[in-house]
């Protein structure tokens, strides 16, 4: 385990609609990155947030955006979902800064978009 | 844009026998590498990094190889066991954030 969570674990929903998903880091840890699985594919990167700011993006539209709480947890929100959400959401935790460190994946949650 | 990849999509082994999983990165500039394990239904596993200021790094029945001149990094896995069964990723860091290949299935045989 490695102490970094994620919920919901499952959301089923309808075109068009909000989604918002919730990680909590592993203790220590000051940065969490969130990354779009699809199925049979590895993780693409979508953001990361290093103390409260972002700090790297990936190639994913606007509708996708996050935040950072003071105590490092996170949310990523998706706007107007698209049938091409469905995926695999990971979030993942590291000791930022200068020096990339390790990332610790938590278990996901899975979007199924209808 | 940099890309990681994997040359094998499936690896299938007998219980017991080593196993070696590859992977190619484009960045040349790349100097961090890591080795996920993703099983079904879980978020990836973290099993082994290595720099770029190092050539092979060993850890419990793993050992991870880097030979920057043709860019190409491999685990390899140690009497293979059936718990190892699952997807392997490598991820390259570029820039903030880690590039993953598109993963290698490993499947034990009994």
């Known amino acids: 385990e490695t102490g970094v969570t994620q919920s919901p674990t499952h959301l089923i929903k309808t075109r068009g609609q909000q989604v918002t998903l919730r990680c909590s880091s592993q203790?220590?840890?000051?940065?969490v990155s969130w990354y779009q699985q699809a199925l049979g594919q590895g993780p693409q990167f979508i953001f990361q947030y290093y103390r409260e700011e972002e700090n790297g993006r990936g190639n994913f539209p606007p509708r996708f955006s996050g935040l950072q709480f003071p105590n490092y947890s996170s949310e990523l929100n998706v706007n107007a979902l698209e049938l091409d959400d469905s995926a695999l959401y990971l979030c993942?935790?590291?000791?930022?800064?200068?020096?990339?460190?390790?990332?610790?994946f938590g278990p996901g949650t899975r979007l199924l978009v209808l | 844009g940099e890309s990681v990849g994997l040359h094998l999509p499936t690896l299938s082994v007998q219980e017991g026998d080593n196993s070696i999983i590859n992977c190619a990165y484009s960045n040349s500039a790349s100097d961090y590498f890591i080795w996920y394990k993703q099983e079904s239904g879980k978020g990836p596993q973290f099993i082994i990094d290595i720099r770029s200021n190092m050539d092979k790094r060993q850890g419990q029945r793993v050992t991870v190889l880097l030979n920057k001149t043709v860019k190409h990094l491999s685990l390899q896995i140690a009497a293979t066991q059936p718990g190892d069964s699952a997807v392997y990723f490598c991820a390259d860091l570029y820039g903030q954030n880690f590039v993953f290949g598109p993963g290698t299935r490993l499947s034990v045989l009994p």
């Open positions: 993942a935790s590291s000791l930022g800064g200068q020096y990339q460190e390790t990332q610790y």
């Open positions: 203790s220590g840890h000051n940065t």
